[in-house]
């Protein structure tokens, strides 16, 4: 970062885009920051203002970069946009890429525990045999460990290539919560690592690849389903804006899956079309038993990851716990 560079802070600096302003600070910079998202402003503001670094979570990127005057403006200030927060798709990642260029960097970690992984453009859409880096996170920094735990028994570490929560031992990791020892003990292992509450696997070269959300895991007719393998799928169609995969109830399987997908006024996408993307990519047993469509966008949170409890909510109301058997 060089003197006179402007960081553009679209996002509240009490989250991820907060880990640029000091630096920005220290090295002449200029910390611009907006009180709002809204993408059109933004792609305006980057271009006339000449940023060079920002950080945007994965539904903020997409915004942007589907916008039409995306195609028209002058980018070439831009050095870097880091992407964290969420899980992002792949269809996300290349699109940011066409559009802005060789700038995305991508990072893992969470309040509690950071910073964990990190890779610029040249690592996140290369080649590696054995490895999928457009899928993952990255790989652990220096003096960053990564295990992967087993859900039921975070005493014991998982070997490499299986499922479990995702354990963090770091500089930057939380001494616990405060005057709460059962949240801490619920989060912390005895021998001082951090469980996430993520879901991922560590592949033979040291990718961290997130899957979900612990509690946003959905077990239909015995299968465990995760809904970013979904999301992933659905936002390979043209006409899918956004997505959200979330469990209802289902009274053979126990839960489903159900997609809400964002579209254009004019899409033509169906209920089969996105059911049959899904089931030829994850099999028939994972695609989702409803698909709804809407215009609106999806309900995010503050820092703009997308809430898929509220759109959970409504179809657990009356039962005392959001997991159905079957």
């Not at 503001?45 to 903020?60: G, H, L």
């Not at 995760?226 to 126990?254: C, Q, R, T, Y």
């Not at 839960?255 to 028939?284: K, Q, W």
Request: glycine share 10%.
């Amino acid at each position: 970062m060089d003197a006179g560079e402007v960081c553009l802070h679209v996002g509240p600096i009490s989250h991820g885009s907060g880990y640029l302003y000091t630096p920005t600070w220290l090295s002449g910079g200029t910390n611009l920051l907006l009180d709002h998202f809204d993408a059109s402003e933004t792609l305006e503001i980057m271009a006339s203002k000449k940023v060079s670094f920002m950080f945007m979570v994965p539904a903020m990127l997409n915004a942007v970069a589907r916008h039409p005057k995306a195609q028209g403006l002058d980018f070439s200030a831009l050095k870097v946009i880091q992407i964290g927060g969420a899980p992002i798709t792949d269809e996300t990642a290349l699109l940011g890429r066409e559009v802005f260029g060789e700038v995305l960097y991508q990072g893992y970690g969470q309040t509690e525990a950071l910073p964990v992984c990190m890779m610029g453009p040249k690592e996140w859409f290369s080649t590696v045999e054995g490895s999928s880096p457009l899928r993952s996170a990255g790989r652990a920094l220096p003096f960053a460990y990564l295990e992967i735990r087993d859900p039921e028994d975070s005493s014991k570490v998982l070997p490499i290539g299986e499922e479990g929560e995702i354990s963090i031992h770091c500089d930057g990791q939380m001494l616990g919560f405060w005057e709460n020892p059962e949240a801490t003990a619920e989060r912390m292992t005895p021998d001082g690592f951090v469980l996430t509450g993520d879901i991922g696997k560590l592949d033979s070269n040291g990718y961290l690849y997130v899957l979900d959300r612990k509690d946003d895991m959905i077990i239909s007719g015995g299968f465990n389903i995760w809904p970013a393998e979904l999301e992933n799928v659905i936002m390979g169609h043209p006409d899918v804006i956004e997505v959200a995969v979330f469990s209802i109830p289902h009274e053979k399987w126990g839960e489903s899956p159900a997609a809400c997908c964002v579209v254009g006024e004019n899409a033509a996408v169906t209920a089969d079309d996105i059911r049959e993307m899904c089931a030829s990519a994850l099999g028939s047993y994972k695609k989702p038993a409803e698909v709804f469509f809407q215009t609106d966008p999806l309900p995010k949170s503050p820092v703009g990851k997308v809430q898929r409890k509220v759109l959970r909510e409504p179809y657990w109301v009356g039962m005392d716990r959001r997991v159905a058997g079957n």
